[in-house]
């Protein structure tokens, strides 16, 4: 499912619908044996409003094996079916979600359970906000809802970054331009992947391109769990000069983004992210610095 382009919320109807612990299934089967449920989560879901009070109990707390589920089996079948991946999933997986009943669904509410939320997805930019700006950078939120495909945002970040430069819209420089959410990377065949990567170094890399055009320019996107696709890195960090470094090193950047390799290509030029397990998963964090250009 990762590699079929589909976000974390249609990943997550169809592994919710065949787990006995995720998607509230973990909070039902504690409901059953009569017992007290108070849960303490994170949301990594796109669209989630930044926390407020999180000593209040939070009374739309869904997902996670705690909470109850807003997904349902018939997304997970839409999902299947939009991303035509019948054939490319365990067939008892399918053939058991095709024909589920009822009984199959996931438990859609708890009122008896009490929730507190510490983080969601938005706190993220708003923290590196604070962070910028204690530092004398003004920076801004683009977006907290960020998808699509990794490659492609590395393209439209660059671009971002030469309109700054350039006519000083929508921000003048220098200036941090915030944004989260998950991006993902499709692969259709598996043939094609000749090393290693993910949804963060293959954003980077793509900015790297482009980024060469806006002197000074630099992106970081990390995952905030720590580790991005299948790479012990939490992701990248290129400037304007990563595409230089990696010809001078003899990388190929396209082939690396074509062979979804962009860990090897990265550490060859030292633009690798290493953070170790951070103990929280709040998606992917991106950064983007651009500096006034030098006349």
Request: proline share 6%; with cysteine.
């Amino acid at each position: 499912m990762l590699k079929s382009g589909a976000n974390i919320y249609e990943i997550n109807a169809i592994r919710r619908h065949i787990s006995q612990m995720n998607g509230g299934m973990l909070a039902k089967r504690i409901a059953a044996r009569g017992a007290e449920l108070i849960g303490f989560g994170i949301s990594d879901a796109v669209g989630k409003p930044p926390t407020g009070d999180i000593s209040v109990p939070d009374a739309h707390y869904m997902g996670t094996p705690m909470g109850p589920d807003q997904t349902t089996l018939e997304d997970a079948r839409n999902v299947i079916r939009n991303y035509d991946v019948a054939d490319r999933l365990p067939k008892k997986v399918v053939d058991y979600l095709m024909n589920a009943g009822p009984e199959g669904e996931t438990p859609k509410a708890f009122p008896q359970n009490t929730y507190y939320l510490l983080n969601t997805l938005p706190d993220s930019c708003l923290y590196a906000k604070k962070a910028a700006e204690e530092m004398g950078i003004p920076a801004y939120i683009l977006t907290s809802f960020l998808e699509g495909e990794s490659k492609d945002a590395g393209t439209v970040f660059a671009s971002i970054a030469r309109e700054i430069q350039t006519f000083g819209n929508p921000f003048p420089a220098p200036c941090v331009i915030l944004s989260s959410g998950e991006t993902t990377t499709k692969i259709l065949d598996n043939r094609a992947i000749t090393g290693h990567g993910g949804p963060g170094q293959e954003l980077t890399l793509s900015f790297a391109i482009a980024a060469a055009k806006a002197p000074g320019a630099a992106m970081l996107s990390i995952d905030s769990e720590g580790t991005d696709g299948t790479t012990p890195v939490a992701g990248g960090l290129t400037d304007s000069a990563s595409l230089a470094a990696a010809e001078a090193k003899g990388v190929d950047v396209y082939a690396a983004l074509r062979g979804h390799a962009c860990y090897e290509a990265l550490r060859a030029i030292g633009d690798t992210v290493f953070t170790g397990n951070t103990g929280t998963n709040l998606c992917d964090l991106n950064i983007l610095y651009v500096p006034a250009k030098e006349i």
